[in-house]
């Protein structure tokens, strides 16, 4: 039976989709729960779809994008997800992001994940210090080195921050399969809450060690460049979309996309980022419904080929 908070929150999805009206490819399954998944550190559930900013969120606080970029934020919670994930290095996505929560009233319902990316630990701590003032928050979900940029001496003073309470998890990050190696080197010799690395029907490397190392050893997986910059769904741009679409409840291409990157049990969440309301109730459609089995995901891969 379902509890009142599954019910509340059902009704929110619905009414953060209905809101967008034909805006929405799909309204199917509107009112189903999102999907989350534990985080090992602590058993702390998070949903599985969250949003990423880069590119997407770098303007002016008084850009008109700002507009699209609220109501971007406003699905994204209304709809029962919270990972917002910025960096410094990302223009001012910081500022944005920790503008747009603000407006929305809605901090206890974010999930604020920024990273560090100086040498040195001076210069580390004015990066995080300004981190807090850009997001203006005094907690910060999760601080994650950035592309492994002087790790130790990073991992060492994010850890001092964790334990004083500023800053809730910590990580590591890089965006490139050459990498992965030492993404996983690292994690053997640091101990960390979270990995962000890059994954998708297009860049599958992870699968080989990295993905399967962290779900034996407890490490929160965050997967970003799930689209490959855009390049994927340009390949189907012209194509209808499968008929077995349907077998796993997505209704667009993107969706398949998504929901065969969550179909691999060690990723935690995957961030698409984007400045439209639209196609952010539709990646949050992907956090919903079944998820593909092996023969439908090599079903995903053959469509993108």
């Known amino acids: 039976m379902s509890t009142r908070r599954q019910l509340l929150q059902r009704s929110a999805i619905a009414a953060a989709m209905l809101a967008l009206g034909p805006l929405l490819p799909s309204l199917v399954r509107a009112a189903e729960t999102l999907r989350t998944r534990r985080i090992p550190s602590t058993g702390e559930m998070l949903p599985v779809i969250g949003l990423g900013t880069s590119r997407t969120h770098d303007v002016r606080l008084d850009d008109p994008q700002m507009d699209p970029l609220l109501e971007v934020l406003r699905v994204l919670v209304s709809g029962g997800a919270s990972l917002i994930d910025t960096a410094p290095s990302y223009g001012n996505a910081e500022r944005v992001a920790g503008e747009l929560v603000k407006r929305i009233g809605e901090r206890d319902k974010v999930f604020l994940a920024s990273k560090v990316s100086s040498s040195g630990r001076e210069r580390g701590m004015a990066q995080i210090e300004a981190s807090f003032q850009a997001l203006q928050t005094d907690t910060i979900d999760l601080i994650q080195v950035h592309n492994l940029q002087d790790t130790g001496t990073q991992l060492g003073l994010l850890r001092e921050l964790k334990q004083e309470g500023r ?59 799930p689209f490959t910059r855009g390049n994927l769904l340009s390949r189907v ?33 995957v961030i698409p ?24 995901r090599k079903l995903i891969v053959e469509a993108f080929r």
Not at 243 to 269: G, N, R
Not at 273 to 296: F, H, I, K, V, W
Request: charged share 25%.
């Open 237 to 269: 741009k012209d194509k209808p979309l499968p008929v077995w679409a349907a077998e796993i409840d997505a209704s667009s291409w993107a969706q398949l996309l998504l929901k065969f990157i969550l179909a691999e049990p060690a990723v935690t969440a």
């Open 273 to 296: 980022a984007t400045s439209n309301p639209r196609y952010m109730a539709d990646n949050l459609l992907a956090g919903q419904g079944r998820l593909p089995d092996e023969r439908q």
């Open 167 to 225: 800053v809730r998890y910590i990580g590591v990050t890089h965006y490139l399969e050459s990498a992965h190696d030492r993404l996983l080197e690292t994690l053997k010799q640091e101990q960390v809450d979270f990995v962000q690395l890059n994954y998708s029907v297009g860049e599958r490397n992870a699968e080989k060690q990295l993905l399967p190392y962290c779900a034996d050893n407890g490490i929160a997986t965050l997967i970003n460049r």
